[in-house]
């Protein structure tokens, strides 16, 4: 059984966009059942939309060297390869989890492989990661907000509370969340905006916006995923309207 603890960075945004919060590096350290290193990984990634300035600067990473980088597609598939046939894979909260369901979306992967053992290693902390290390008295290796050296952080976390291992609580991701969690901010813009103008948005117009089409495509939404989308829609429409304005024919 291997241990793979993982770390990713993003490219962020500091406003909505339509676009994923793609990852653009991936750092992995590979443990074995002592919990010793016996691998590591790292790797940027290149992304299929604009690249954003302030994550380059946030993370320290020239946009030369995102557009040299390999795709998605093939980062994951040598990040599985390294994984091996038995592993668990451990990371600092959920998020990044999440973001790898998302991205093999978008890339039109398989995720199957994401359904073995995924823990959220940092439960048994406090705060986030460099709290939790200054907390415990360890040195902060390397560059924060560098994929492989916050791994190797979390590592040195791990083998502070080798019991995590043991954690049978696994992640899974929530296929409401999945589809929607990336327009949800944009079906709220939306509706606050028609409000603002004195218009009733309803769903009929909101689904044939550009931007909600381009979501469905970067997303590949299916047609019963876009009614998922259309019960946050009717969600929110209520609370911003409320019983003042009927849904149909939302």
Same mark, same amino acid.
């Given at each position: 059984?291997?241990?793979?603890?993982?770390? &990713? @960075?993003?490219?962020?945004r500091?406003?909505?966009? =339509?676009? !994923?919060?793609?990852?653009i590096?991936?750092g #992995?350290?590979?443990?074995n059942?002592k &919990? @010793?290193?016996?691998?590591?990984?790292q790797?940027? =990634?290149? !992304?299929?939309?604009?690249?954003n300035?302030? #994550?380059l600067e946030?993370?320290?990473i020239? @946009?030369?060297t995102?557009?040299?980088a390999?795709?998605f597609?093939?980062?994951?598939?040598r990040?599985r390869s390294?994984?091996g046939?038995?592993?668990?894979v451990f990371?600092?909260?959920?998020?990044?989890?999440?973001?790898?369901?998302?991205?093999c979306r978008?890339?039109?992967?398989?995720?199957?492989?994401l359904?073995?053992?995924l823990?959220?290693?940092?439960?048994?902390?406090?705060?986030?990661?460099?709290q939790?290390?200054?907390t415990?008295?360890?040195p902060?290796?390397?560059?924060h907000?560098s994929a492989?050296?916050?791994a190797?952080?979390?590592v040195?976390?791990?083998k502070?509370?080798?019991?995590?291992?043991?954690?049978s609580?696994y992640?899974?991701p929530?296929?409401?969340?999945?589809?929607?969690g990336?327009i949800k901010k944009?079906?709220?813009?939306?509706?606050?905006?028609?409000?603002?103008?004195g218009h009733?948005?309803?769903?009929?117009?909101?689904v044939?916006?550009?931007?909600?089409?381009?979501?469905?495509?970067?997303?590949h939404?299916?047609?019963?995923?876009?009614q998922?989308?259309?019960?946050?829609?009717?969600?929110?429409?209520?609370?911003?309207?409320?019983r003042?304005?009927k849904?149909?024919p939302?």
């Amino acid at each position: 059984m291997n241990y793979i603890v993982i770390d &990713l @960075e993003f490219n962020g945004r500091r406003h909505y966009d =339509i676009y !994923p919060m793609e990852i653009i590096e991936l750092g #992995a350290v590979k443990l074995n059942e002592k &919990l @010793e290193i016996i691998d590591m990984f790292q790797s940027y =990634i290149k !992304p299929k939309y604009p690249i954003n300035r302030f #994550a380059l600067e946030f993370c320290g990473i020239q @946009e030369k060297t995102l557009k040299e980088a390999e795709p998605f597609t093939q980062v994951i598939e040598r990040f599985r390869s390294f994984c091996g046939e038995e592993f668990i894979v451990f990371a600092w909260g959920c998020s990044d989890f999440f973001s790898l369901f998302v991205d093999c979306r978008v890339n039109e992967i398989d995720n199957d492989w994401l359904t073995q053992r995924l823990v959220d290693m940092s439960k048994p902390f406090e705060g986030g990661l460099q709290q939790a290390l200054a907390t415990h008295e360890l040195p902060s290796l390397g560059q924060h907000h560098s994929a492989l050296d916050d791994a190797l952080n979390a590592v040195q976390l791990l083998k502070l509370k080798p019991e995590i291992v043991q954690h049978s609580h696994y992640y899974r991701p929530d296929p409401m969340k999945l589809v929607t969690g990336g327009i949800k901010k944009w079906i709220l813009m939306s509706l606050d905006k028609a409000a603002a103008e004195g218009h009733v948005l309803r769903w009929e117009e909101f689904v044939s916006n550009g931007q909600t089409q381009a979501y469905s495509r970067i997303m590949h939404l299916t047609e019963q995923e876009l009614q998922m989308v259309k019960v946050l829609f009717i969600k929110y429409f209520k609370q911003k309207y409320g019983r003042k304005v009927k849904l149909q024919p939302v």
